[in-house]
């Protein structure tokens, strides 16, 4: 037999460290400190445990309290209790294989970058979580109980309507409610759009299917999704104006960011947004527009989307990834009233990706305007981060040029021919982490827009954003 607890107050504090802590009082957090000590294998089977006005007196709590958590743990099987041999672990009480009798470390975590300038994402320091808090409030004490049930597909009510105005008004989008169909971001409303398979380049499976034609240039994520689809894409060349929309030929599809292609960061032309349009006319194509941040415009108001020129051949879709946090996983798709149905089958008949509560906190941050005061917030602090940028390279590499709008978060800088791969190993040898140019090309894609840095300048803590702007600086080649 184990060896009774002689010293209650010296073993408790060298060996069980009981934390009487957390929910339910102190009865239940006793409970649950010799559920786990058993467990764990602190405590052997047979052991003797003291006596309870003993352990009460070490812990600090009341006789009644021990004797209860003694006749819960009797009673579920981890203590026994007899006349005159006292309270005692159960033989059967075995601890897990492997238990430690003292706790072990988490192994420290990976430092990461020391200057962030990534692109894609936004403040995290400037969530908005006091707005954000009151909204989610509101929103729980005025939603109607059958929001607590299975969600619908299309999304809830509340939240289709919030947008339909808010991007009539803000994006210039023409649209209804019934059209606009909740997803958790652009990637999943890609999912949605073009399946997950299919043979023969088609993405059969979805509800479009390729070949898709795609700008040069671009996130190499969204191609891989596509090209697990069974999507072909096709690149299309850009330029000053934008992407090369006049060699379009066989595609069924084309995706673009007319507001500010990503990464190169110019506009789609006037002329080719009405030549792109005229073209899915004729060929009964549809063309995809990727309005990933076109609230941040800062030299003039945003430019309208795309889709108000033909509600019925684009395909708008947006999210809240760069304007509020990518961890809410809330976006939308607003559809020409023939995908409607057959995006929400291929959606499936209940919600199961974007939290219906999350919907009507969103919904009702953008109807008491707390949408709009967070994004115009949020512009004057990247315009100024941007404009730091800007001072920051005229001073210490006038040579590098700053291309692109003043818009979106991040910015495009031009090097010498041959000295991007360079630059991106010095920046990240000084532990700032970027990304170059060519990372974002499609593989067969001319490499047109030559050698350049892709800098992100939201994702840095506003304390921290000028040492990163002078370590760029000193990993820059010279002029």
Known sequence: MTESWVNSAERIGADLHLELSGPGGRRAALIRALREAVR????????RLPPYRSLAADLGVARNTVADAYAELVA???????????????????????????????PPRARGPRHD??????????????????????????????????????????LREALAEYLARARGVRTEPDRIVVCSGFA???????????????????VLRGPLGVEAYGLGFHRELLATAGVRTVPLPLDEDGARVDVLRRERAVLLTPAHQFPTGGPLHPERRAAVIDWARARGAVVLEDDYDGEFRYDRRPVGALQG???????????VSKSL???????????????????????????????VLDQLALAEFIVSGSYDRHV????????????????????????????????GLHAVLRLPQGTERSTVKAAAWQGVALDGLTAFRHPQAEPTAGDGLVVGYAASAEHAYGAALEALCTVLPPG
């Open 40 to 47: 764990s294998g602190r405590l052997a089977p047979g052991t």
């Open 76 to 106: 579920e099987g981890w203590l026994t209790a007899r006349q005159g041999s006292g309270t005692r672990v159960a033989e059967r009480a075995e601890p897990l294989r492997g238990a430690v009798r003292t706790p072990v470390k988490a």
């Open 117 to 158: 300038l990534r692109q894609g994402a936004p403040d995290a320091s400037a969530f908005p979580r006091a707005a954000w808090a009151a909204a989610y409030r509101r929103a729980l004490q005025a939603a109607p109980s059958e929001a607590f049930g299975p969600g619908d597909p299309a999304g809830r009510p509340e």
């Open 188 to 206: 999943h409303a890609l999912r949605l759009l073009f399946g997950q398979g299919g043979h023969g380049g088609q993405g059969a499976g979805g």
């Open 309 to 319: 020129l033909d509600p019925e051949r684009v395909i708008h879709i947006g999210s």
């Open 325 to 355: 946090s990518p961890a809410l996983r809330l976006g939308w798709m607003v559809l020409p009233e023939r995908y409607v149905g057959r995006v929400l089958a291929a959606k499936g008949e209940r919600e199961g990706w974007a939290s």
């Open 376 to 407: 115009r917030r949020m512009r004057q602090r990247y315009r100024h981060r941007r404009d730091r940028l800007v001072a920051a390279l005229a001073a210490h590499a006038p040579h590098v040029e700053v291309t692109g709008l003043a818009a």
